[in-house]
């Protein structure tokens, strides 16, 4: 606040400063108030429930001690940190917090700067919640944190800026493990995950991450997701717009690694897919466009490498596809490696290689290189071509005969 006075014929201008923060010297530690042997929720939410909310303030919750999580743990005041000491995966010790039952562990909602680090959460077999919700809440985060045999994963709904960084998640049952989503004439912006990785080889309906409606900035970056239904679904009405993965990889899915159903502007750089039963990545007719997709490589993948159903203003550069329409019968002539519906609009691949990779050679499955479905007049209309690919070693190389832009 500024204030203004005459002092001797002179005008001068005095600044009151806001007091400086002060660092936290000693970090709350829930305890055993209900001398039972074990630290339940409410003595966790007793100590939450005294941070001031004006300044960072870290709560430890020692690995010491046994976690129980009989409620739901609601983090609503600012700036407030649940600390463990690991999450006892890799080493010994650890900070577990295990979810008794059926019920949401973590609400993180309406506040700024709050999250868990340096844990883990677990659940049982009656777990048939999520076990982190961010919710209507700015610069959340969730970091270093393992989430084991829960139902679902984190759910971030309305949120701004919300960070995901080295979360494990590992055995989920559910139908999610991370989803991303706006609500009630709410979105979230500006979502990012770091080192997102995801395990499980039995879930037939689990998709790792789900983006969308109502979502608008998404940045995924190393990391991996392994098995289950699928790695990313982009879903939703009104769709994601601005997702962009880097260093991102996908392998053996039980169906796609990756399903575009609905936005708009993706980018893909560095990315791979691997090993998927279906095809290795499907953009439906629900996208609208456009998309970058850099350096992706899609291999083994049962039906095409990249199908692709809708959209317009897609470009592929220096893709790396192969080996795929596995699942196809011997001799079938149906199996691409990029496949291109009628209807799809400025599509251009440029450069790399579909077909043969890594010294396959014939036994490289997929019959067409690259199949565009409409005529050869559509391709021109529509400016569906390729530009310096390299399709040699397939049944075809590519189709129609005037695929290739002069």
């Not at 982190?132 to 994963?153: E, H, K, M, P």
Request: with cysteine.
């Amino acid at each position: 606040m500024k204030h203004t006075s005459l002092a001797c014929g002179l005008l001068f201008t005095a600044v009151t400063l806001a007091p400086l923060a002060v660092a936290q010297t000693a970090y709350p530690t829930p305890v055993d108030s209900n001398t039972n042997g074990k630290i339940d929720s409410s003595e966790i939410q007793d100590v939450i429930d005294a941070a001031p909310g004006t300044s960072p303030y870290t709560i430890l919750l020692p690995a010491a001690n046994t976690y129980n999580i009989n409620e739901t743990v609601h983090i609503t005041t600012s700036n407030v940190t649940l600390l463990g000491e690991g999450h006892g995966i890799s080493s010994a010790g650890g900070t577990i917090l295990k979810i008794a039952g059926d019920i949401e562990g973590f609400v993180v909602g309406n506040c700024t700067g709050s999250g868990l680090r340096c844990l883990s959460i677990t659940g049982t077999s009656s777990h048939l919640q999520y076990a982190v919700r961010l919710q209507s809440c700015t610069d959340a985060f969730v970091d270093d944190v393992r989430i084991a045999n829960t139902y679902r994963g984190i759910e971030l709904v309305n949120c701004t800026t919300p960070l995901l960084t080295d979360v494990a998640l590992r055995g989920q049952t559910g139908d999610y493990g991370v989803r991303v989503r706006g609500v009630s004439g709410g979105s979230t912006t500006g979502a990012e995950f770091v080192r997102l990785s995801g395990s499980s080889s039995s879930n037939t309906v689990m998709e790792w991450l789900v983006i969308g409606p109502n979502v608008d900035g998404v940045l995924v970056r190393s990391s991996r997701l392994i098995g289950s239904s699928r790695g990313m679904r982009l879903t939703g009405t009104p769709g994601p717009t601005n997702v962009v993965t880097l260093r991102t990889g996908v392998d053996n899915p039980l169906n796609e690694g990756v399903r575009v159903d609905t936005g708009g502007n993706l980018t893909m750089i560095n990315s791979w897919i691997g090993q998927p039963n279906g095809s290795g990545m499907i953009i439906d007719s629900g996208f609208t466009g456009p998309a970058e997709l850099t350096n992706l490589r899609i291999r083994g993948a049962g039906l095409h490498g990249l199908h692709v159903a809708g959209g317009s203003g897609i470009e592929l550069r220096n893709p790396l596809v192969g080996a795929n329409g596995t699942a196809y019968p011997a001799g079938s002539t149906t199996g691409a490696g990029i496949h291109v519906d009628t209807g799809v609009s400025s599509l251009l691949v440029r450069g790399g290689r579909v077909g043969p990779l890594y010294s396959q050679g014939s036994i490289a499955r997929q019959y067409y290189g690259v199949r565009y479905t409409g005529t050869t007049s559509q391709s021109d209309t529509d400016n569906v071509k390729i530009r310096g690919v390299s399709t040699a070693g397939n049944g075809i190389p590519y189709a129609p005969a005037n695929l290739i832009a002069p």
